[in-house]
Each structure stands twice: as C-alpha cells, then as structure tokens.
C-alpha cells in the first residue's frame, strides 16, 4: 500500500476537512480529493462518509485509520535507526539557515564551532524557514536557522533572541535629512520592497503584520526572492525596505538605516529533530550559549535546559 496516500488519509481523517487537511499536507485540495478516491478504489470499500457535513469515517475508515497509525509510526522508526546507522559511517553536521542571519552573527557561530572541532564537516545549505522543517524531518539538514514560528510536533524550536527591525532606505531619500526614528505611518506613504516573495509564511508575512498592527496599510512596490535583491532595488532607489538590525552592516555607503518608532522585532530561531541529542547538535548548542556571554546577550533557557 501507498505511504503517500495513508499519510494522507491521516491527515484527512484527523482534520475532518479536505481543506484543512490539504493545508496541513502542504498540496491542493483537488489532488487530495482524488488520492483518496485511488485509496478507495485500491480497497474496494468506502472509507469516508460523504453525506454528511462534517464527514466521518465507515467502519472501515476507522480500521484503517487505527493501523495506518501503527504503521507510519513504525515506518518513522525504520528511518530513525536507518539514518543513525548510515550517520555512524560518516561524521557530518548539515545547517539551513535563512539568507538574513548570515549577518546576525552566524559566521561566528560557525567559526567558533569548526575551532572545537575540526574533524566535523560542516555543510551550510541555505533554505527558508518553511522547507528547513521538511528538511530536518526528511534527514537532509541536522540544524535550524530561520526566523517564522512553524509548529511541527516531529521539531524542536527555541528562540535564540530577538532583533530589532530597522528601515532600510536609499542614501539620497528625503527621509534620511533628519535625525531620529521613523514612524510606521510614515513610512506606509512609500513604495516598500519585501523579502522573500516565496514560499509564505515568511518573513515579509512579519513585516506587513507589523504595519498593520498598528493601523497601516504599506503600499508594496516589489516582493523579490532574497535579502540581497531586496537591499539592491533599495540602493537603486526603487523604494524602502523593513530589515532586522543586523542587516546595515549591508552596503553602507548607498543606504541608510533608521531606527522605528513603534518597537518591532523578528526572532532568530534554532530548529533541529526532537528525538535529536546527537553530539553535533549538542556542541553546537554549547557554542551558542558560550558566544551569546561574550556578546553580551541572554542565554535562551531552553537551549540550557535541552542540553
């Protein structure tokens, strides 16, 4: 029997909604409709009661619904102890990070790291937020970077800290002749370029909550793939951008950074597999714990109490 399409069932039967559970899956509606209809088909039997709203599962739904359970349970065992035999072969740590925390003090990070120990590889592979979830829970990444709540019960999530966003505008803006803060309401009167355009939720989904938050609506002139893009069309001029702190070490010379007026923040957030204690994660949260003294910022209690 198809994996796929009992992961599917799963989710149908536990939403109660096909668009719902086509949310939660991350796919259309419509595919989803017909992979269940295949599932039936391959059964020969109705698994879903459709005349009534919400549906509910025949008999045989609720059979199957018991044992798919079981079964991708003992599916997800399989490739835990598969993936924790091939790793003992190899000694690698693989982090995704998204493009912004490049300057909130991740090359640090990753220097400190490769100095305690050097024998590790370490792969750096770039991925936003949303696809570093599917990528922890598929194996292909062991660690986390991002900066958007995405609650998954297969990942562990701890806000590191949290900073400051800054506006980003071109050197020559009418809005960098004076001194001081910037108000949101101010800013929402100018073309704003947001990052990353996809996939959503993302962080430009935190910035247009932000204006609104506090009653603004801003006129969105572009949304483009990356940060770098979006830092260059400000630099052409092209309009503003909404940026953590950390960014304005970015092309300097051609752009200005100024502080808000209404207190904003994006977090950074480590990800990594819940049943994960592996060393390399470990010392990578001890790297983070013993940076964060030295600059100066609070430790994350959970990070301390994980490991």
């Known amino acids: 029997m198809d994996l796929r399409l009992l992961r599917y069932f799963v989710a149908v039967a536990e939403e109660g909604n ?50 798919a359970l079981q079964m991708l349970a003992r599916m997800e065992d399989v490739e ?22 490049i300057y909130a003090r991740l090359p640090e990070l990753i220097r400190a790291y490769r100095k305690l120990d050097e024998s590790l590889e370490l792969v750096l592979v770039e991925s936003s937020t949303l696809d570093q979830i599917s990528a922890l829970k598929e194996g292909r ?52 370029i947001l990052y990353p355009s996809s996939p959503r939720p993302s962080y430009a989904d935190q910035v247009l909550a932000v204006f609104r938050d506090h009653g603004s609506e801003p006129k969105v002139a572009h949304e483009v793939r990356e940060l770098q893009i979006a830092i260059g069309l400000v630099a052409a001029e092209e309009g503003i951008s909404i940026v953590p702190e950390s960014v304005q070490r970015a092309r300097s010379h051609d752009i200005v950074y100024r502080d808000l007026v209404e ?25 983070i714990a013993s940076k964060y003294k030295d600059w100066g910022y609070d430790v994350p209690a959970a990070l301390l109490q994980e490991f």
Request: charged content about 20%; proline content about 7%.
């Open 263 to 287: 207190p904003a923040s994006t977090p950074i957030i480590m990800s990594y597999r819940v049943s994960d204690r592996s060393p390399g994660v470990a010392l990578m949260a001890h790297v």
């Open 18 to 67: 096909f668009n719902r559970a086509a949310e939660r899956l991350h796919i259309a509606q419509p595919p989803l409709s017909r992979a269940m209809q295949q599932l039936e088909a391959h059964l020969g039997a109705e698994l879903i009661d459709r005349s009534e709203r919400p549906f509910r599962l025949t008999s045989v739904g609720r059979l199957l619904h018991g044992q």
């Open 141 to 192: 990444i062991d660690i986390g970077f991002g900066r958007i709540r995405f609650e998954d019960p297969a990942v562990r999530r701890i806000i590191l800290r949290r900073e400051k966003m800054m506006v980003a505008l071109p050197a020559a803006h009418v809005l960098t002749q004076r001194v001081g803060p910037i108000s949101l309401n101010e800013l929402a009167e100018y073309p704003l």
């Open 80 to 101: 835990a102890m598969v993936r924790a035999t091939a790793s003992m072969g190899r000694r690698r740590l693989v982090i995704g990070f998204v493009a912004s925390t």
